[in-house]
Nanobody
């Protein structure tokens, strides 16, 4: 089970840190990802982390950083320089694989409930 938290209302330019805690299963070696979804649009890849490293969507590269704490079975997403277009519900996900960070949501096997991030201008 995955539980995301840390969402909230911030202003453009602010920072926010999302966390995703895994329970019931250990994901220390699995590829973990963050996706986001705006109403009416498809869920899109934001960032992923695996044994091979990290991967980011072009829209967040240089502003967002994904990291993991295996001791706490947690994956975090540090979001800096937030923009209004970052407003979305953010979801964390886990892939059964340990390498190859997929950007397609159907490649991920476990999903948590989302956390809403709202960035105002």
């Amino acid at each position: 089970q995955l539980q995301a938290s840390g969402g909230g209302l911030v202003q453009a330019g602010d920072s926010l840190r999302l966390s995703c805690v895994a329970s019931g299963l250990t994901f220390s070696r699995n590829v973990m990802g963050w996706f986001r979804q705006v109403p009416g649009k498809e869920r899109e890849f934001v960032a992923g982390i695996g044994l091979s490293g990290t991967r980011y969507a072009d829209s967040v590269k240089g502003r967002f950083t994904i990291s993991r704490d295996n001791a706490k079975n947690t994956v975090s997403l540090q979001m800096n320089s937030l923009k209004t277009e970052d407003t979305a519900v953010y979801y964390c996900a886990a892939d059964r694989r340990t390498v190859g960070i997929a950007t397609i949501l159907t490649e991920y096997d476990y999903w948590g409930r989302g956390t809403l991030v709202t960035v105002s201008s």
